[in-house]
């Protein structure tokens, strides 16, 4: 009988650092990703999403540690990296003075392609923006933009595509464009990184590293990530949210209090609750109504978890 076929790894950082002016932006930075995978990093500004994406498009160098992408490091091999790898930073970058097709035609040609051969790829995306192909990319709405540049992106078929934060300052329905887009590229065999400040997308992808001032907290599919939450978890809401938060940051026996949304999640710290007695106080406190319930965790309640354990 035939063994499982082993996964080709993709992507592989072994302890990668890098600082700035003192500051330390990536602390020995470990992880894979395998052929195929959709996999994302979550964290907020600062936390070392950036300069590690720049560091695997070869933009800049690490300071220790190394890092490879399909086996090709990314110093000594940085040249033959570049005609693998597909990268949309957090700004928009391409010729603002350029028509959109303009734009297209040159990434095609920088790499030594045509449109008309990897159309398939951006078909799906380029479709909602090639009605106005002959507009200054400069001029393009903030969806529209954001659907260039990751048609530039894909133009000579990567074998990894990196992006950082795409989705940030998009509508709620481009952004869920743009994961459905995301998901078709991964059945074409694409290698996805994508970083974003969106909790919720996090559940997107088949795993995600959660990362927080240069430190990667945990690796692990959302669903793991989530099972692994050890607190009993409550959501309180109240009309006063203001005072509602600064009641319950004042009580000795509460261990976490995190705003989300119109609610505060709450953990304490014998992980029990007693929901009359304390909606009874906050009633009283606060002077309006109060709702407790008891909520499953979310990847960002998991995030916030991890950053206290560590």
Not at 173 to 198: C, D, H, M
Request: overall charge positive.
């Amino acid at each position: 009988m035939g063994g499982r076929k082993t996964k080709k790894e993709m992507v592989k950082t072994s302890q990668l650092s890098k600082s700035y002016d003192g500051g330390t932006a990536l602390d020995s930075v470990s992880f894979r990703v395998n052929e195929g995978e959709l996999f994302g990093f979550i964290g907020p500004d600062g936390a070392g999403k950036t300069t590690l994406f720049r560091i695997l498009t070869t933009l800049i160098l690490p300071d220790s540690g190394y890092a490879t992408l399909n086996q090709l490091d990314v110093v000594s091999e940085y040249k033959k990296i570049r005609h693998i790898i597909g990268y949309m930073p957090g700004r928009f970058s391409l010729y603002q003075d350029l028509t959109v097709e303009e734009n297209l035609k040159f990434f095609a040609s920088v790499f030594g392609t045509t449109v008309d051969k990897n159309y398939h790829l951006i078909e799906d995306i380029y479709s909602h923006i090639e009605p106005f192909q002959k507009r200054l990319a400069g001029k393009l709405s903030g969806g529209m933009k954001q659907k260039l540049a990751l048609s530039c992106a894909l133009i000579h078929a990567p074998k990894v595509l990196v992006l950082d934060e795409p989705t940030t300052g998009v509508d709620a329905v481009s952004r869920a464009e743009f994961w459905q887009v995301l998901k078709n590229l991964q059945k074409e065999g694409i290698t996805i990184l994508v970083s974003t400040p969106y909790m919720n997308e996090a559940e997107l992808c088949d795993r995600v590293a959660l990362i927080q001032k240069g430190h990667i907290l945990s690796v692990e599919t959302p669903r793991a990530i989530m099972n692994k939450y050890d607190k009993k978890l409550w959501a309180v809401k109240s009309d006063e949210k203001y005072s509602l938060i600064q009641f319950l940051s004042s009580m000795p026996e509460m261990e976490s209090v995190f705003t989300f949304g119109d609610t505060v999640h709450i953990t304490t710290r014998n992980n029990r609750l007693n929901r009359i007695r304390l909606r009874t106080a906050l009633i009283k406190h606060l002077g309006t109504s109060v709702s407790i319930e008891a909520i499953k965790p979310c990847i960002e309640d998991c995030f916030f978890r991890l950053m206290e354990k560590n």
